[in-house]
């Protein structure tokens, strides 16, 4: 069982603005470690989205946007393209182990 | 470019070992903290293990005292020693290397994974 909580699924138009909650606790995403997220596309391995709660990987559009809050974080994704359809994950640390959310699909409709 | 490639996956009975091993290409991975992370079939990620540069282990308790990983740096690989696999082993295992944050590390190069199967 994961400490950290994802919706399982999100869905917008495109052009749309959607968010990823990623719901934590005071031992993990509270205690001030920093989030990362992920993208994985199916049959694929996972690809880093945003590290350092905000930061972006060289060639990673800006479209997608980290950040911090309390014990939560978000993934928001601005103007929803096709090529965001995908699954994603939030991680962090927590009592001496790396631990990930428990996913999110992103339906683009 | 930089690459990682796993090997050594299979099919391996529930008791049984298994091998993984993964090979750095494109960079030099003695510079970096290298992870196992694997994904059981339609489910998440799961962390496993992490090595750092100075040959220091660190495992979820799920798989501490079954699991070793190691590193030879002048092969420039990392491998992963699973023992007593169980069925909820079975997974697809992906070799990482970690970059670290302010207040953490992130997993910031993936190989293709290599899939494990426990199962009689």
């Known amino acids: 069982q994961s400490v950290l909580t994802q919706p399982p699924s999100v869905s917008g138009a495109p052009g749309q603005r959607v968010t990823i909650s990623c719901t934590g606790s005071?031992?993990?995403?509270?205690?001030?470690?920093?989030v990362h997220w992920y993208q994985q596309f199916p049959g694929t391995a996972p690809k880093l989205l945003i590290y350092g709660n905000n930061n972006r990987p060289s060639g990673v559009p800006d479209r997608f946007s980290g950040s911090t809050s309390g014990t939560s974080a978000s993934l928001a994704i601005t103007g929803l393209q096709a090529e965001d359809e995908a699954d994603y994950y939030c991680q962090s640390y927590d009592s001496g182990s790396n631990v990930f959310g428990t996913g999110t699909k992103v339906t683009v409709l | 470019e930089v690459h990682l490639l796993e090997s050594g996956g299979g099919l391996v009975q529930p008791g049984g070992s298994l091998r993984l091993s993964c090979a750095a290409s494109g960079f030099t991975s003695s510079l970096y903290a290298m992870s196992w992370v694997r994904q059981a079939p339609g489910k998440g990620l799961e962390w496993v293990s992490a090595?750092?540069?100075?040959?220091?282990?660190f495992y979820p308790e799920s798989v501490k005292g079954r699991f070793t990983t190691s590193r030879d740096n002048s092969e420039n690989t990392v491998s992963l020693q699973m023992n007593s696999l169980r069925a909820e082993d079975t997974a697809v295992y992906y070799c990482?290397?970690?970059?670290?944050?302010?207040?953490?590390?992130?997993?910031?190069?993936w190989g293709r994974g290599t899939p494990v199967t426990v199962s009689s």
């Open positions: 090595i750092n540069i100075a040959h220091n282990t």
């Open positions: 005071t031992f993990n995403i509270g205690a001030g470690y920093d």
């Open positions: 990482t290397r970690e970059g670290s944050s302010d207040r953490g590390w992130y997993f910031d190069l």
